[in-house]
């Protein structure tokens, strides 16, 4: 592919002016087929005769910058012999803030694109167009463009086409087939109110907070603006607020032609609940505008329902920051200045999310950028695709969790989808992982002295700090000793040998449990249950009941400890505890912040006290899926919906739900690719009935009774 295509710029072309390519076919003869090959060096929107090729925004993705994906489009239906080609370019996520706010590579880093059109003439005969210097550019009526700030528009503005020049000193950057999910328009969202908040704003609620964008349309005169800015919340007076935004500005400016205008973005997207009408040439109507839901086009298979509509507020909580932050990339947030592949809370909800949704192809090309970012000691840095930023490759920043992802993340895309290929493809990177954190530890067997992220914003954390007050060496020894025995199953899956592996977790083990004793918080009490380091589970699972039940049914965990919390009390006989936190309505629960009118999951459990001030401006996202994590506890252990390891994929089923008074019903259903497993329990009569469909063998667990059963559907 391109094999003569060369990659073309602007001459003088700067970070934030979008660049317009064209090119006029020309074509002599009568096309019967016509295949576009394209790519670029930051996003590309192409258009043939004005029309848009292809649905895939904001392509081509985002990915390691040692390789950027190209994408292949039928264009035959669109072309005639006087079609011209045109292609908007911007920063993306190539040269944007997103880089850490600075402009990486300087002026002499350009926006560039490549393409090849492929045509065979209806004569038999074919013919190729490459870029080269014979395409035409101009800067684009996208006069400004950022992920982070938004895009500026001028419908009006004419820029005279100079000739495109060949990019002389292009990054060294591997052109690749396309390998993710292409991201999608996916639903549109109507205004559900527009209103005067109390300080004069006029504002929009679309009801959701969301990631994408909004298309507008409008009567003006030649030169009217329209103005918008974004935010998600409201301060507690119901006023805008996007604080919580930091430095990205994400706003949205359009200068509009004369007579009727409509336009939506087309390089740039947004994370928004609310919209403030800055400026707009009438008065804002319903009909004026909508908001266009983007992701990555992931297939939904998970489902879950309850008698409980604050929880069922919850599981679309959960739903709808999986949306949010599966664009191209798993991102932490969709609206400040980060929306980065931050690998920790991608390795915490990934389990989740691969029943929420079929993320198996999301995953893979992720995992590829992770593999190609791997540092040559084995480093995981923490956010992947790796954006410039401060040097984070020394041991003293390890990371544990945050790197973890090399290993958690096949192996879960293995368990859900029997996808032994991919094992296949990051087993590499997943030894070096192991060997990066063996070779850097200050004490063997632990994984100890380095900088770590901790119990990330667990809610015991000491005064002005992020990082709750789990022991660190702790925490990242667990994580190495769970990453290891992966590295070994995996191995073993692979038929590779596999005892170096298996006695190095062995060793792992032993040390741990020799050196931490005692456990002194719910998530080492959690770490310590469910990853088997406890030699007396009874008394660590009654002393973490007996922390909750202190608190008043209240957690104080963070990124780390929460997604095992509710799993290592139900296994170890504290189902009720784990519900308790479920359908905990009060600070600091999940149901507090559905309480607190949320729409997706927060970063914080203290995002927004209950008289409605914020927590701080510093970090305080309202789209943070980490903490949706508890939907897999909902699937395996409430539903009872298990993954058997030798047989995965769901290729069979482990079924062995833990019903509750505290709910009339709930069920939870998962789309794989053997059929639909679904299990659902109800009080029925003064007992508890259980409806169970399996597509596949099934070992079903009722009441501590096992039952054998081949597939169909089943009644307890
Ligand atoms: C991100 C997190 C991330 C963390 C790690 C934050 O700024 O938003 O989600 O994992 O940094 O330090």
């Keep these: 592919m391109f094999e003569n295509a060369k990659w073309i710029i602007h001459q003088d072309n700067k970070q934030y002016e979008a660049v317009s390519f064209k090119k006029e076919l020309n074509l002599s003869k009568k096309v019967k087929k016509a295949t576009l090959y394209i790519t670029s060096l930051g996003v590309y ?48 996520w190539y040269k944007g803030k997103i880089n850490f706010g600075t402009d990486e590579g300087g002026p002499e880093k350009k926006k560039a694109l490549m393409a090849e059109i492929r045509i065979l003439y209806t004569d038999g005969t074919k013919d190729v167009i490459v870029t080269d210097e014979s ?40 052109v690749v087939k396309q390998e993710g999910v292409y991201v999608k328009e996916q639903e549109t969202l109507r205004p559900l109110r527009i209103f005067k908040s109390p300080n004069g704003d006029t504002l929009i609620d679309f009801g959701q907070n969301m990631t994408g964008y909004f298309e507008i349309n409008v009567d003006a005169k030649i030169g009217d603006r329209v103005a918008l800015s974004v935010c998600e919340e ?69 489902y879950l329902d309850s008698s409980s509509p604050l929880l069922n507020q919850l599981f679309s909580n959960i739903i709808w920051g999986q949306k949010g932050n599966f664009l191209d990339v798993p ?42 970012d791997q540092e040559k000691n084995g480093h995981i840095p923490h956010i992947i695709p790796q954006t410039i930023c401060w040097d984070w490759s020394v041991a003293e920043h390890s990371g544990a969790v945050w790197g973890d992802a090399s290993t958690i ?51 015991d954390a000491p005064e002005g700090s992020y990082r709750g007050s789990s022991n660190e060496d702790f925490i990242a020894s667990v994580f190495y000793a769970h990453s290891t025995s992966l590295v070994a199953k995996t191995g073993k899956i692979l038929g590779r040998r596999v005892d170096k592996y298996e006695k190095l977790y062995e060793k792992i083990l032993a040390k741990i449990r020799k050196t931490f004793k005692e456990y002194k918080t719910q998530t080492e009490c959690a770490l310590a249950l469910y990853f088997n380091i406890a030699e007396d589970k009874k008394a660590v699972a009654a002393q973490l009941d007996a922390m909750i039940k202190e608190n008043g049914n209240r957690l104080k965990t963070g990124f780390v400890g929460t997604p095992y919390l509710l799993h290592a009390l139900s296994q170890n006989g504290y189902a009720e505890t784990a519900y308790n936190l479920l359908l905990q309505e009060s600070f600091p629960s999940w149901l507090y912040s559905v309480k607190q009118g949320a729409t997706t999951i927060w970063e914080h459990w203290d995002g927004k006290n209950e008289k409605g001030e914020f927590w701080s401006k510093a970090m305080n996202s309202f789209n ?89 559907t089943y009644v307890f």
């Design 331 to 372: 991102t932490d947030c969709p609206q400040r200045d980060e929306r980065q592949g931050w690998t920790g809370d991608a390795t915490v909800f990934c389990r989740t999310a691969t029943y929420n949704y079929d993320v198996n192809q999301f995953f893979t090309k992720w995992l590829s950028d992770l593999a190609l």
């Design 409 to 459: 993340i096949p192996y879960q895309l293995y368990l859900t989808y029997g996808n032994k290929e991919i094992l296949k493809r990051q087993y590499t990177s997943m030894c070096r992982y192991i060997k990066y954190i063996t070779e850097h530890t200050k004490e063997k067997y632990l994984w100890s002295g380095c900088e770590q992220f901790g119990d990330w914003l667990g809610l």
């Design 624 to 712: 943070h899926y980490a903490y949706g994590s508890v939907a897999d506890w909902v699937y395996m252990e409430a539903c009872g919906i298990h993954t058997v390891e030798d047989k995965p994929g769901f290729e069979e089923v482990l079924i062995s739900p833990h019903p509750t008074n505290k709910l009339d019903h709930l069920s939870a259903r998962i789309d794989t690719k053997y059929g639909t497993i679904s299990s659902k329990w109800y009080h029925f009569e003064g007992k508890v009935r259980y409806e169970i469909i399996t597509p596949v063998p099934a070992t079903i667990i009722i009441d501590g009774k096992e039952h054998r059963v081949s597939k169909g």
């Design 135 to 174: 395409w035409l550019v101009k800067k684009d009526k996208i006069r400004y463009v950022d992920l982070y700030d938004g895009e500026k528009v001028d419908a009006n503005y004419e820029d005279a086409y100079v000739n495109a020049s060949i990019y002389g000193n292009p990054p060294s950057v591997k």
């Design 234 to 302: 409201l301060d507690k007076y119901g006023n805008f607020y996007n604080e919580n935004y930091r430095d990205a500005k994400a706003e949205f400016e359009y200068i509009c032609h004369e007579g009727h205008n409509v336009y939506k973005p087309r390089l740039a997207f947004w994370g928004f609940r609310y919209m403030r009408v800055d400026e707009f040439p009438t008065e804002i109507k319903a009909d004026n505008i909508k908001a266009i839901v983007l992701h990555s086009d992931i297939k939904r298979t998970g």
């Design 45 to 92: 929107c192409a258009e043939i005769d004005g029309v848009r090729v292809g649905d895939f925004i904001l392509a081509p993705g985002f990915t390691s910058r040692k390789r950027v994906q190209y994408q292949t489009y039928d264009i035959t239906k669109m072309i005639d012999t006087g079609s011209t080609i045109s292609v908007s370019v911007g920063d993306g």
